[in-house]
C-alpha cells in the first residue's frame, strides 16, 4: 500500500508528535514538509528534527498532500483548517475543532457542501480505554446508565463520556462549577518541579443529565495529565455491574458474582525528549489482555510509540484513507463537533452557574 503523504502547518511543541509518529511508521507516512511562518523558525526545525521545512503555501500545496496537518495555537485552528479546506485539501486538524458554537455550524457547513475534516480526538484510542470500550461492548455490566469520568478535560473529557455511555446526539443538560485549590505542582511539559512549591489549581465539578435517563458526573483538574501523585478515574456503573478504573465486576450468566481486571504489558524506551537536553523515558503499550484474551494488540506492531501517538497515528491512518476515499471516519466530524459543543455548554454552566440546556444543531441529524 502506497503510505499517505501529509503537510504540518505549525511549529509548536505538539507538531513534533506527528514528526515522531513519522520516523516511527515510515511505511505508513511521508512527511513532506513543515509549513512555517518565519524562515527562522524553518530553518531551527529542520536542523533540529532533520525535516524539510518551507514558509510557502505554494510550494505546500503543489506536493499535493493526501492530507494536512493543522496544528497551531486553538485561536487560529479552525480559520486556518477552512483555509485549506478552500484548497480543496482534506485536513486533519487538532483539537478542537473550535470553541465558538458559530465556527462549529460554518466547519459542517463546509463538510455539507463537499470539503474534508478530520479531527485529532486521540483518548478513545489510548490502548487502555480501547480495550476497557471493548470490553464494555460485550454488554457485562448490563447497559450503561451512569458514570464518574476523571480522566480529561472538556471536549477530551466529552468524547469519552459519550464513548462510555454509548451516547450518541442525545439531548442534554449541564450544571457545574470550578474550585480552586492550592496545589503541589510536580511536572510541566518542560520540566520536574521537586521544590514543593504550590500553585493554585481549577478544579471543574459538572453533571450531565442525559435525556435518555443517563446521568454523567464530570471531575477534573488539568494537574492530573502529568503529576504522578494525581490519579485519572473512571467508573461505568450498568444494571449487572460496573466498571473501575481497570477492572470489571458484574453477575456471570447464573447471576453468580465474578469478574476481571486488565492485565497491560508495557516495554520502557529511553529516547531524547525536545524540550529537555536529557534523556525521557516512555511507555510503549505491547498488548492487553483480559481474563486471558487479547483485547488489544498494537495496530502498527512495536515500534516505541507511547498510547498518546499510537492513537494519534490511528487517526492519522484513518485520515489518509479518508482523504483517497477509502473508508469513512472513524471518528466523524459530527462526534467531534458534538464533543465540542458539550465543551462549550459546560464552559457556560460554569461561568453562570446555571443549568444549560442542549439545543438542536445542524450535525445531529447525520
Known sequence: MEKYRFIIVGSGWRSLYYVRIAKA??????????????????????????????????????????????????????????????????????????????????????????????????YTRYPIYQALLKILDRGLI?????????????????????????????????????????????????????????????????VFEFADGKVVFYDFDSEQYRSPIRHNYVNVRGARGELRDESFFYL???????????????????????NNPNLCQIEEITGITYQGEDVYTPPFGLCGLPSDETAIAQIMFDTGAYARGEKKLDYSLENALQDAYMAILLQQATISGQTIKSEEQPWHQQ
Request: aromatic share 6%; net charge negative; glycine share 6%.
Open 25 to 122: 511508521l515510515p511505511q505508513h507516512f511521508e512527511l513532506c514538509a513543515m509549513l512555517c511562518r518565519t524562515q527562522e523558525k524553518a530553518d531551527k526545525m529542520a536542523s533540529e528534527n532533520g525535516i524539510y521545512t518551507t514558509t510557502s503555501v505554494e510550494e505546500c500545496v503543489g506536493m499535493k498532500p493526501d492530507f494536512v496537518v493543522v496544528v497551531v495555537n486553538k485561536a487560529s485552528i479552525a480559520d486556518v483548517s477552512k483555509e485549506w479546506m478552500a484548497r480543496g485539501v482534506t485536513v486533519l486538524c487538532e483539537t478542537p475543532a473550535s470553541l465558538e458554537l458559530t465556527t462549529l455550524k460554518e466547519l459542517w457547513a463546509l463538510k455539507e457542501q463537499g470539503g474534508k475534516l478530520s479531527v485529532a480526538e486521540q
Open 142 to 206: 448490563g447497559d450503561p446508565y451512569a458514570a464518574v469520568v476523571s480522566l480529561a478535560h472538556e471536549y477530551h473529557g466529552a468524547s469519552l463520556i459519550r464513548a462510555f455511555l454509548k451516547e450518541g446526539m442525545t439531548p442534554f443538560q449541564v450544571m457545574g462549577k470550578t474550585y480552586s485549590f492550592p496545589t503541589a505542582e510536580t511536572m510541566s511539559r518542560y520540566e520536574q518541579f521537586t521544590d514543593g512549591r504550590l500553585a493554585d489549581k481549577k478544579r471543574t465539578a459538572a
Open 252 to 274: 456471570d450468566d447464573r447471576n453468580l458474582p465474578t469478574g476481571g481486571t486488565l492485565v497491560v504489558s508495557r516495554r520502557g524506551i529511553t529516547v531524547p525528549e525536545e
